[in-house]
């Protein structure tokens, strides 16, 4: 009997397992159709301090989110300096797309898609700087700032991108230095500003069960 028990207590203890290795990590919904502006910080490569070519992005970002896809949309303030910028794409890199570029002000307005906003998003660079021979390629990440998210009318997001694309005089951004501001390293970081999924229904469950399934074991196998 007591055979017969161990071995229950067994497969319950595998049945467990499998239902924790089977826990599906819930994504953070997108918001509601519309416009937003967002803010966000660039971080370099490996860790997350901020990148000198934080310096080169205008903040905050413009969010359109249509039919539940969102597609992000910043501005270069140095465009003539960051000659690639290509963004993370289901594992590979792709180009960003130019809406609008201005060669007298060094400016340039791109857009990508994103799938979510509250994990940062790596991306590429090219940085070419011919006054001081300055000739990288680097690896970046955005981090999002989800409670930043603000919700704007019509007016408000033409008058929001007009605004981004302000350029920044260059002697406010620091000219690249012989020795790499942007580490190409990369680094698994945490989580930016999460937003709560499906994941604590799921969570109290298996909780649950492990409880229960403890309480069952030591009441019917005792030695």
């Known amino acids: 009997m007591k055979k017969c028990l161990s071995i229950s207590a067994s497969l319950l203890m595998m049945l467990i397992f499998v239902v924790l290795i089977n826990v599906p990590v819930a994504k953070a919904a997108a918001p509601a159709d519309g416009t937003y502006s967002i803010g966000y910080t660039v971080l370099q490569g490996d860790n ?14 413009i969010l359109h989110v249509k039919n539940g896809e969102m597609t992000m949309q910043m501005t270069l303030n140095h465009s003539s300096w960051v000659t690639v910028f ?6 590979g890199f792709a180009d960003t797309q130019v809406l609008k570029s201005d060669s007298a002000d060094d400016t340039r307005m791109v857009q990508f898609k994103v799938k ?8 590429k660079i090219h940085v070419t700087v011919k006054s001081v021979d300055y000739d990288h390629d680097y690896t970046i990440r955005f981090a999002f700032d989800a409670k930043s998210m603000k919700a704007l009318s019509t007016a408000e997001a033409k008058s929001d991108t007009a605004a981004n694309v302000t350029p920044k005089a260059k002697s406010d951004s620091p000219v690249p230095a012989a020795a790499p ?4 390293e990369h680094k698994k970081s945490a989580v930016v500003n999460p937003q709560t999924g499906d994941t604590t229904p799921v969570t109290v469950l298996v909780a649950l069960l492990v409880i229960s399934s403890f309480i069952l074991i030591r009441k019917f196998v005792k030695p």
């Open 181 to 184: 501001a942007v580490n190409t």
């Open 116 to 123: 979510d906003v509250s994990s940062p998003l790596k991306a």
């Open 86 to 91: 290509k963004v993370d794409n289901d594992g």
């Open 48 to 61: 997350d301090s901020a990148s000198m070519a934080n310096d080169y992005w205008e903040k905050p970002a």
